[in-house]
């Protein structure tokens, strides 16, 4: 009986408060030239104005809080950032004569010891988030975010994400890193 009571609870909890999985709003964000839409429900994709997909970003939104994304005014690039509980991560495609690619900012390129340095943040990083801004032009958008530390010491920063024109290689996930790059961190 006490057993069927919590079962009971929890799934009335879950029901209610919507814990078992996390929400997202299907959104469909079209380039600027319209050709493409990057359509945000089950998955992330690139679609082209036919409505078949050119391109997964992510195929499983499954954790995720929050999706934010961008295109670039020339409709080459799009970025997007995937946030979850207690990080963002940052993808793009990208397009050329060969077709669309995907690509990945690594973790280790946000300078976390120097952000609180800068602060005057001590303790381990708790969470870590970000948002996207405007387009400086069409390989560079600002982007906004804040990293918590044990103590809640909050640090907001801002850097600029840059699409290089250097050939990125290819990991596991089929992503290519080193082709875009967070440039001129700082603390706002």
């Not at 409505?51 to 999706?67: C, D």
């Not at 990293?147 to 801002?158: A, C, D, R």
């Not at 967070?182 to 706002?188: I, N, S, T």
Request: proline share 4%.
């Amino acid at each position: 009986m006490r057993t069927r009571l919590i079962s009971v609870l929890a799934t009335a909890l879950i029901t209610n408060f919507g814990w078992a999985e996390s929400t997202l709003e299907l959104k469909q964000i079209p380039a600027p030239d319209g050709a493409y839409v990057i359509e945000i429900s089950d998955a992330i994709r690139v679609v082209n104005s036919g409505s078949s997909s050119s391109l997964t970003l992510a195929s499983n939104l499954e954790g995720v809080h929050r999706v934010d994304a961008k295109w670039s005014p020339d409709s080459r690039r799009v970025v997007v950032v995937i946030s979850y509980a207690r990080g963002s991560g940052v993808e793009a495609a990208y397009i050329d004569e060969s077709g669309w690619h995907k690509a990945l900012q690594p973790d280790t390129d946000l300078p976390t010891d120097e952000l609180a340095r800068q602060a005057g943040a001590t303790g381990r990083l708790v969470s870590q988030s970000c948002r996207l801004g405007d387009w400086l032009d069409s390989r560079r958008i600002r982007v906004t975010g804040e990293l918590i530390f044990s103590g809640q010491k909050k640090v907001p920063y801002e850097y600029t994400l840059v699409f290089t024109s250097e050939p990125g290689h290819l990991d596991r996930g089929g992503f290519e890193e080193g082709v875009i790059k967070g440039v001129e961190y700082h603390v706002r």
